[in-house]
């Protein structure tokens, strides 16, 4: 198992602890484990609050959301904390690059944590740990949170204010049109997430839990009250995603790396096919025809050997089959 923290890494700009606000804690913890596999654990030191596990590690925990926020309407939703070393000049900083403090440093057994507002209006929160941070630097495992997407009102304003805070390296961008760039970001040489202006939703931070299987796991969901916003979809490099809401309405996201087994990715690469393939080629040589036009590949019947001009006729009807199972609507983001 990979060490869980490294102590001589600055944690500035780490996601490293994804916490539930929910108005039914114990419900939660009836979904979101058959969903992600996650185990739960009551903290020692309170044990009505509960974290979520990975391999008995804590990677977060649930809440219920406090009466006054609720009298204010507060709505349950998932909080992204991001670690520093120094919360106070992190907030500080913050504010300067127009940030709303919305919950002051509140100290905890095991560190300090504050909650803000970004300019844009998404809430996010920081915490400077006592001793080792949670989580770990590099690329996240089964079970633990793989990609954080932020949904805001204008996405080159809100990557001038990340980049500026947590020092975050651009590592690749998309051209959305109209909804302009998905920008993604990085650490440390690890891709993390990425950024686009999206109009239908509220600012809001969107994280995605790395699953073994997205189908599985959207079957549970369903099962227990949740439903599917939308996917599951194929993105660049192999990976599925899929957007959930929970039996509260809470949206999370799922992300499972198929490294090209996805149906409809690459699913045409068989021995069957190249084995028809062979044949034909042997057909055409035995008859000496010497029109390379006439592709053998996916259907090399005994049919050609006496009428080889027959053979462009089957040639389309199979061509087509193989080119519209591979098509599949391009992705704006990576996974």
Do not use: C
């Amino acid at each position: 198992m990979r060490n869980r923290s490294v102590s001589h890494v600055n944690p500035l700009g780490r996601f490293v602890w994804h916490e539930l606000m929910t108005t039914d804690p114990d419900a939660a913890i009836e979904f979101y484990p058959a969903v992600t596999g996650w185990g739960v654990l009551p903290y020692d030191l309170d044990p009505s609050y509960r974290m979520w596990t990975v391999n008995g590690i804590p990677l977060g925990g649930v809440l219920p959301i406090p009466e006054e926020a609720k009298a204010m309407g507060a709505v349950p939703y998932w909080l992204p904390y991001v670690g520093t070393s120094d919360l106070a000049a992190t907030i500080a900083h913050a504010v300067r690059l127009g940030a709303t403090l919305y919950v002051p440093p509140t100290a905890i057994p095991v560190g300090t944590f504050s909650v803000l507002r970004d300019p844009q209006g998404a809430t996010f929160a920081l915490f400077q740990a006592t001793d080792a941070m949670p989580g770990h630097e590099g690329v996240a495992e089964e079970g633990e949170f793989s990609w954080h997407e932020l949904r805001t009102t204008d996405g080159a304003a809100a990557w001038k204010f990340y980049k500026e805070l947590f020092g975050w390296k651009e590592t690749g961008a998309m051209d959305m049109g109209p909804d302009g760039v998905y920008q993604m970001f990085g650490r440390n040489g690890v891709e993390m997430g990425g950024m686009y202006r999206n109009d239908a939703v509220a600012p809001s931070w969107l994280s995605y839990v790395r699953v073994p299987g997205t189908d599985a796991a959207i079957k549970h969901a369903k099962r227990l009250g949740g439903d599917v916003a939308s996917g599951p979809m194929a993105v660049p490099g192999g990976n599925y995603i899929a957007e959930l809401r929970d039996a509260h309405g809470v949206a999370f996201a799922l992300h499972e790396e198929r490294e090209k087994t996805a149906p409809g990715v690459e699913p045409k690469v068989k021995a069957k096919p190249k084995a028809k393939a062979k044949k034909a080629v042997k057909a055409v040589k035995a008859k000496q025809k010497s029109k390379p036009k006439a592709k053998p590949k996916p259907k090399a019947k005994a049919k050609p050997k006496t009428k080889p001009k027959t053979k462009p006729k089957t040639k389309p009807k199979t061509k087509p089959k193989t080119k519209s199972k591979s098509r599949k609507p391009k992705q704006r983001r990576r996974r």
